[in-house]
C-alpha cells in the first residue's frame, strides 16, 4: 500500500449489533425492534407493539384488533371495507383479557399485550425475523420484581453488609434470638449464666 492510499479503519461491529444499537436508543424500539408493519418495545413482563397505520384511519371504529393466548390479528378500513393487515401466531402465550389496544389517530394503533410467562421475546410475529437476545439489555429493574424476590434481595444486600461489618446475617441473628429465649429455661445448661453469643454460633456450626 502506498503512502497516498488510506486504510479504512476496521468495524468490529456487525451489522446486527450495529443495527440493535439503533433500536436501543430509541423508547419505542427498546429491546425490540421496527418492522416493516410495526414497531415494538419489552420488558421482562410486556410487550407494546405500535402498528402502523395511514393517516386516513382517525377513528376507533376503522380497526379491529382480536388478541387471543397466541395470535394477533389487525383489520383497519380501508376503502370502506376492511382489511387485515396482520394475521399471526404470537411465539409465546399471552394473558389476553389483560392485554389492551388504543388508537393514536392517524399515526398507530397501540398494543400493550401481557406476557404469560416472565421471559424476553425475540420477535412478536412468528415469521418476523428475529433480534439477538445478546444485543439487548434484559436487566431486571426492582419495579418488574414481585414483594417476595425483592424482599429476598433487600436480605442479600442486609447479610452483604453484616458479613462485611463482622455483624451477625439474618439467619444467624434469628438463630440468635431462638437461642437466646432458650437460655435460661429450665434445663438449661446454661441458665444463670451470661448470654454468649460466641457459645450460640460454635453450636450452630456444630449442628
Known amino acids: 500500500m502506498s503512502s497516498n492510499e488510506v486504510q479504512n479503519p476496521v468495524n468490529d461491529e456487525s451489522d446486527e449489533v450495529l443495527e440493535q444499537k439503533y433500536?436501543?436508543?430509541?423508547?419505542?424500539?427498546?429491546?425490540?425492534?421496527?418492522?416493516?408493519?410495526y414497531l415494538w418495545t419489552q420488558t421482562i413482563n410486556d410487550i407494546d407493539v405500535r402498528v402502523k397505520i395511514p393517516k386516513t384511519i382517525k377513528k376507533g371504529k376503522e380497526v379491529k384488533v382480536?388478541?387471543?393466548k397466541q395470535h394477533i390479528k389487525v383489520d383497519i378500513i380501508e376503502s370502506n371495507t376492511f382489511k387485515t393487515i396482520?394475521?399471526?401466531?404470537?411465539?409465546?402465550?399471552?394473558?389476553?383479557?389483560?392485554?389492551?389496544?388504543?388508537?393514536v389517530p392517524g399515526e398507530y394503533i397501540l398494543i400493550s399485550m401481557e406476557k404469560a410467562l416472565e421471559r424476553w421475546w425475540e420477535n412478536v410475529l412468528v415469521d418476523e425475523k428475529k433480534i439477538n437476545l445478546k444485543n439487548i439489555q434484559p436487566e431486571k429493574?426492582?419495579?418488574d420484581l414481585g414483594q417476595e424476590e425483592q424482599m429476598k434481595i433487600h436480605q442479600m444486600m442486609y447479610d452483604q453488609r453484616q458479613k462485611a461489618m463482622g455483624l451477625p446475617t439474618s439467619e444467624e441473628q434469628k438463630y440468635q434470638d431462638i437461642m437466646k429465649q432458650a437460655w435460661n429455661v429450665e434445663g438449661s445448661p446454661?441458665?444463670?449464666?451470661?448470654?454468649d453469643p460466641s457459645i450460640v454460633e460454635s453450636m450452630r456450626k456444630a449442628e
Open 23 to 37: 433500536f436501543q436508543s430509541r423508547p419505542e424500539t427498546y429491546n425490540g425492534a421496527e418492522r416493516d408493519l
Open 141 to 143: 429493574s426492582m419495579e
Open 66 to 68: 382480536n388478541l387471543t
Open 86 to 103: 396482520i394475521d399471526s401466531d404470537l411465539p409465546w402465550a399471552i394473558r389476553a383479557e389483560d392485554s389492551t389496544w388504543s388508537l
Open 190 to 195: 446454661f441458665k444463670g449464666q451470661p448470654f
